[in-house]
DNA sequence: TGTAAAACCCCTGTTTTCCGGTATTTTTTC
DNA sequence: GAAAAAATACCGGAAAACAGGGGTTTTACA
């Protein structure tokens, strides 16, 4: 019997997922969790070998969950799941030592299917989550430019509509400085001014 | 027996759905459908008592669906369910006809509760949904702020990365008539850059 | 572990934006 | 249909952002 939890903050969700894992009989359903903490909790006591888990959980990121719970258990394999297609939520939950993702719009037979393919080792996608992935390739010539963290630091102030005087002041740095952050960012988001560049960071949800 | 369809296009949220309401006596869930389309089409046969529908259909949108089968079927009550938590839509939905408003991270017994609340003729809420209304309501004084057409002509000119006098060039007006209405844009905006509008702006999707 | 790239920091002159006004035309609204 | 309000248009000086230069410290990786 393959041991499964489910971590979701959606009980109606909760409520199908139990229905489709208990419908398969090499599945053993061990419990849900409506937060990342709980189930932190819980896997103390015992570890399941699969975990279904949610991306969006009210405490804490999927990614985080997803890292953290690799750290500790490293033999438990974890599927996203997602109602967002994005790339860059798919890759980092990948990357962040999950086996799996599928998408909610999935067919609940999906769901076991996913569950089989991860515990013989391999890495399983949904078709819908291949899908996004092939059209994300697209996106990622115009991809999101690779930001330190100081340049994002600088954007969300100017984000909030201080002036680059007031950016110097609350960084402790020179209004020189902040200027030279101000035309890094400009130069990698590829444009001449910064209202362009936070109109871009906006988009993608930089902000 | 209250006879209830729904309408909702990921497997999973209808598994669970399935499961509340075949736990309940009184109530009797005579099938479910992925699309907009394919509810219209057996609703010319048969006609429920609820209709418990996703606002998000990959075929048409909610509030489109409750307005059309409101009009050819107006003793047809209708739940919204969504993920979405945002005033605008729970507004249109109420406003075309939809009699409750569950969203997704409801408990199961919400469900419940909404189907014969508004089979008593009432108006349901859940408590997120009501939460989420109050919170709009202090959202609604910072609401989108009302913008002429040039002004709007010039906003999106300012969010491609035009200078005021390109801008100038472009709708053969002087820069300083240009500088005028980024000046009213900012005071509509109640900010003092433009950079903070293009933000704003990105945010309320008018760019 | 050494080195190249990246990140971070600073300067000067030029361009653009911002802010205080004012004036004319078009819409509302009573 | 007249008054009020809003939209559009214009000026000049002050403030901020931008362009193009250079330097030091971290970080990545071969």
């Given amino acids: 019997m393959i041991k499964v939890i489910v971590v979701e903050d959606h009980p109606i969700m909760v409520e199908g997922l139990k229905n489709i894992l208990l419908n398969d009989a090499g599945i053993e359903m ?3 969790y409506g937060n990342g903490k709980s189930v932190l909790q819980a896997l103390e006591k015992e570890q399941p070998d699969v975990i279904l888990m949610d991306v969006n959980l009210p405490d804490i990121s999927g990614v985080t969950l997803c890292m953290e719970i690799k750290k500790k258990y490293e033999d438990i ?13 798919i890759h980092s939950m990948l990357q962040n030592g999950a086996s799996g993702y599928v998408l909610k719009n999935a067919l609940g037979t999906e769901i076991i299917r996913a569950i089989y393919a991860i515990m013989d080792g391999e ?14 390739d697209a996106e990622l010539l115009k991809a999101i430019p690779r930001i330190t963290r100081r340049e994002k630091e600088i954007l969300q102030l100017i984000g909030k509509g201080l002036t680059t005087m007031q950016i110097a002041d609350q960084l402790f740095i ?13 130069e990698k988001f590829g444009v001449n001014n910064t209202t362009t ?8 949800k930089l902000l």
């Fill in 30 to 32: 061990k419990g849900d």
């Fill in 77 to 89: 394999r974890i599927i996203g799941l997602s109602i967002h297609d994005e790339q860059p939520v």
């Fill in 174 to 186: 020179s209004t020189h400085t902040v200027e030279s952050h101000r035309k890094n960012l400009m």
């Fill in 197 to 204: 560049v936070v109109k871009l960071a906006t988009e993608y």
């Fill in 123 to 136: 890495e399983y996608l949904c078709s819908n989550t291949k899908e996004a992935l092939k059209n994300a």
